[in-house]
């Protein structure tokens, strides 16, 4: 299939962007990917920890061994509450390699964005381009321009939006249905904020506790935090609530960040050891003070040339580590329809047209977000519930947590009911390889096998 004429905008150079960038490149499918950082690999933010799902996704892709070196497999995940008292162990990492063959991994954000920018041909990476943020974007006769703050400007087919969060081209994109007085407008503000996270990378080093691999929640009212451990470097997210839910972006200061610090230095951060919130910031490598949005923006795309994914679609609290999992998922989705469509249009011309109408992108990415919608939706209500459970939002949140959720039996019993509808996932189907990730569930929908 050749797709010369067709070119997808991504704009947003994250995990996202950067997994649509490889997705593109091995669907043929001409792309460029605008990012406005001056470099696309971060060296900040929170670690994340990447599950089966996203795994199996980058491991088709050809990343396992590099990612397997930067990454550190995770264990059972420790609890304790504010004042160090044991709650019990979590084994859902354990029943997630049981299920699916492989561990949940952690992983800096900079050896993510890294590898994914590394593991991208010549070609690809060219097709990469830092510095650019995206100011508006228009729609012309028989596609979209889109354009930056430093004066240029880029035609394409369509836009895939992975900026994030704060998507502007979410906001364009809901321009551009009110203009056309469409019925389908998202909200202004699709997310509400209801804690704050706090993300501390810091070196392992400081406590002889901290293995690779090292996992720990400190639970109880208002605030809980969450340890992964990695080679070098351990992160924690501690998640506050607010004392009032908001739809308003948040900007918090430094100051706040020393006043929320200072406010809970005593809390304990490992079981058996001491190791406070205090002793993690002293020996701090990066923080951060954000707010931690929440909900699933409801129109995923407009007039078959915008369309959302990752962050910019729906946002979690990190409690289950789902966010940049299911952003993943999100280009598998897209990519595997956008391959579908522009072959069919390539073929039914018998080979001279391989640009898709207006209607039947539009087709194609409604059928990308009913794919993903449920499993959205509910992973979103899933992380808000977990969350509530570990801040103790209730007297019932507190009870399951302290009394209930440490049975074994019952964490299997959940695992078991979670993985199949994980294994509902789906996989990039336009390209042949090797299933990598393969445990007691099988996936709905197998990794295409190599002919030999
Ligand atoms: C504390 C914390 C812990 C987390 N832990 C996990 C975890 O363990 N596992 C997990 O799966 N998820 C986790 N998440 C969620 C995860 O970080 C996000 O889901 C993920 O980063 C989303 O990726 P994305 O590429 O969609 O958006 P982003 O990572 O936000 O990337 C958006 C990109 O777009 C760029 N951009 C924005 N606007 C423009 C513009 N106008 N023009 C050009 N470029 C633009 C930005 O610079 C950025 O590079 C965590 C989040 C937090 C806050």
């Known amino acids: 299939m050749t797709s010369a004429q067709f070119r997808a905008i991504i704009v947003g150079g994250g995990p996202v962007g950067l997994t649509a960038a490889h997705a593109?490149?091995?669907?043929?499918?001409?792309?460029?990917?605008?990012?406005?950082?001056?470099?696309v690999v971060v060296d900040a933010g929170s670690n994340l920890v990447l599950l089966p799902m996203a795994l199996r996704t980058l491991y088709q892709i050809g990343l396992r061994s590099v990612l397997e070196?930067?990454?550190?497999?995770?264990?059972?995940?420790?609890?304790?509450?504010?004042?160090?008292?044991?709650?019990?162990?979590?084994?859902?990492?354990?029943?997630?390699?049981?299920n699916f063959g492989v561990h949940p991994r952690v992983i800096s954000r900079h050896d993510l964005t890294k590898s994914l920018y590394e593991g991208l041909s010549a070609d690809a990476q060219a097709k990469t381009l830092p510095n650019k943020k995206v100011s508006s974007i228009n729609k012309t006769s028989d596609g979209v321009v889109v354009a930056c703050a430093d004066g240029?400007?880029?035609?394409?087919?369509?836009?895939?939006?992975?900026?994030?969060?704060?998507?502007?081209?979410?906001?364009?994109?809901?321009?551009?249905?009110?203009?056309?007085?469409?019925?389908?407008?998202n909200d202004e503000k699709p997310f509400l904020t209801t804690y704050r996270a706090l993300w501390l990378r810091f070196p392992t080093s400081i406590s002889s506790a901290l293995q690779a691999g090292t996992t720990c929640e400190t639970h109880g009212r208002n605030l809980a935090t969450q340890l992964f451990a990695g080679e070098d470097t351990a992160v924690i997210g501690l998640?506050?609530?607010?004392?009032?839910?908001?739809?308003?972006?948040?900007?918090?200061?430094?100051?706040?960040?020393d006043e929320l610090i200072e406010r809970w230095a005593d809390l304990p951060l490992l079981r058996n050891e001491?190791?406070?919130?205090?002793?993690?910031?002293?020996?701090?490598?990066?923080?951060?003070?954000?707010?931690?949005?929440?909900?699933?923006?409801?129109?995923?795309?407009?007039?078959?040339?915008?369309?959302?994914?990752?962050?910019?679609?729906?946002k979690f609290t990190p409690s289950t580590a789902a966010g940049c999992n299911n952003g993943i998922i999100d280009v598998v989705a897209l990519v595997?329809?956008?391959?579908?469509?522009?072959?069919?249009?390539?073929?039914?011309?018998?080979?001279?047209?391989?640009?898709?109408?207006?209607?039947?992108?539009?087709?194609?990415?409604?059928?990308?977000?009913?794919?993903?919608?449920?499993?959205?939706?509910?992973?979103?209500?899933?992380?808000?519930?977990?969350?509530?459970m570990a801040t103790w939002q209730t007297g019932v949140h507190k009870f399951l947590d302290r009394c209930i959720f440490s049975f074994q039996s019952l964490q299997r019993f959940m695992a078991n009911h979670e993985a199949s509808k994980i294994a509902q996932?789906?996989?990039?189907?336009?390209?042949?390889?090797?299933?990598?990730?393969?445990?007691?569930?099988?996936?709905?929908?197998?990794?295409?096998?190599?002919?030999?």
């Open 24 to 39: 593109l490149s091995r669907a043929g499918i001409d792309f460029l990917m605008l990012e406005r950082r001056p470099n």
């Open 69 to 98: 070196s930067v990454s550190s497999p995770l264990g059972t995940i420790n609890r304790i509450d504010h004042r160090g008292h044991d709650l019990g162990d979590m084994k859902w990492f354990e029943l997630d390699k049981e």
């Open 274 to 314: 001491k190791l406070t919130l205090r002793d993690a910031y002293e020996a701090k490598i990066q923080a951060g003070l954000i707010s931690l949005e929440e909900g699933v923006v409801q129109h995923w795309s407009w007039d078959g040339c915008v369309v959302l994914a990752g962050d910019a679609a729906h």
């Open 239 to 257: 998640y506050e609530r607010l004392d009032k839910p908001t739809r308003e972006r948040i900007r918090f200061t430094e100051s706040d960040q």
């Open 152 to 185: 240029t400007s880029y035609a394409g087919s369509i836009i895939i939006a992975a900026d994030g969060a704060h998507s502007l081209v979410r906001d364009c994109m809901r321009t551009l249905a009110l203009e056309a007085g469409s019925p389908d407008v």
């Open 425 to 452: 996932t789906p996989v990039f189907d336009f390209f042949e390889g090797e299933e990598q990730t393969a445990g007691r569930v099988p996936w709905a929908a197998p990794t295409t096998l190599k002919v030999n």
């Open 336 to 388: 595997n329809e956008l391959h579908k469509v522009i072959e069919e249009v390539h073929v039914s011309s018998k080979g001279l047209e391989s640009v898709p109408s207006r209607s039947q992108m539009a087709a194609a990415f409604k059928t990308y977000q009913d794919a993903r919608y449920l499993a959205v939706t509910t992973g979103q209500k899933l992380a808000a519930n977990v969350t509530a």
